[in-house]
């Protein structure tokens, strides 16, 4: 490693942790300055901004990018260091916090998750790309997916509430999707409550609908939840923060290099960000994205 000292993006935006991520900015970007590190404060209007001012850093020579923020703010940056040799590291304060349960960081210590960044241990995984996207947790491409478009359309409440709201809206009109789904060259039809694709194992705080889905294992993990009732699917629900849905009679799981998932109407989220609407071809690319751990 060199000696001259490392040079870091540090990235936030106004709304990253619902104005957390800016009140941290300085007191990170003081931690990393005191233990040697040159520190270029990036704050963008938007995502757009915030991932153009990203790219001009990695493009100028950063070393790394450190983001303040939780899922949605990790992935617009990934997008300027996936299929790089930079690291990138995390100092959570969002809601859902995936990302930083894969990598076992502090969620309720912001100073020790910088202090992660500066010890400079860094692990290699895979990501999942679509197109010229990319993404770390999870690709929701169901019931899910569409709760989630529902509470985007919501101006009241705000926070988890209207996601619980959007839930039993969703739950009181919604049908089974009909899936075309490539599967490694393997076509299937099927019928089911969601498709999920997993780089990880978890997504939405703590869901584990991928359960098993390694970080490095250069496969996607493919969740179909089979029709079931409503009430069926609010008693699963629960189970998906243990991971025990996967003994349910409804379940089914494919590990592949690449999935196709198609489904009319239907617009999917990846690292709880609207991601693109379906159809989707996903594939596994290893060894993509450096983190500080």
Not at 99 to 128: E, G, S
Request: aromatic share 6%; net charge neutral; glycine share 12%.
């Amino acid at each position: 490693m060199s000696s001259s000292p490392r040079e870091i993006a540090l990235v936030t935006s106004p709304a990253a942790g619902k104005g957390r991520g800016p009140a941290l900015r300085a007191a990170v970007a003081r931690r990393l300055r005191d233990s040697g590190l040159v520190v270029h404060d990036l704050m963008g209007g938007d995502g757009e901004e915030t991932l153009s001012l990203t790219r001009d850093a990695v493009a100028q020579g950063a070393d790394g990018v450190v983001v303040i923020g939780g899922d949605g703010m990790f992935h617009v940056a990934l997008q300027a260091v996936a299929g790089t040799d930079v690291p990138i590291g995390l100092v959570p304060c969002g809601t859902g916090n995936d990302v930083a349960r894969y990598f076992d960081l502090p969620r309720q210590d912001p100073m020790a998750a910088v202090d992660r960044i500066i010890a400079h241990r860094t692990r290699t995984i895979d990501l999942a790309r679509s197109g010229d996207r990319w993404f770390v947790t999870v690709l929701a491409a169901g019931f899910d997916a569409v709760v989630n478009e529902r509470a985007n359309q919501m101006s009241w409440p705000r926070g988890q509430m209207r996601y619980q709201l959007a839930t039993l809206a969703e739950l009181r009109t919604f049908e089974p999707l009909h899936y075309t789904l490539d599967l490694d060259g393997e076509v299937r039809r099927v019928e089911a409550m969601l498709v999920a694709v997993g780089n990880g194992p978890s997504f939405g705080g703590g869901l584990r609908i991928t359960e098993g889905a390694l970080l490095d294992d250069g496969l996607l993990d493919v969740v179909i939840i089979k029709p079931m009732s409503r009430t069926g699917l609010v008693r699963t629900y629960p189970k998906l923060f243990a991971g025990t849905h996967v003994t349910h009679p409804k379940y089914e799981h494919h590990r592949v290099r690449k999935v196709t998932v198609a489904a009319a109407g239907i617009v999917a989220y990846a690292d709880g960000e609207r991601f693109g609407a379906l159809p989707l071809s996903v594939e596994c690319v290893g060894g993509a994205l450096k983190v500080w751990v």
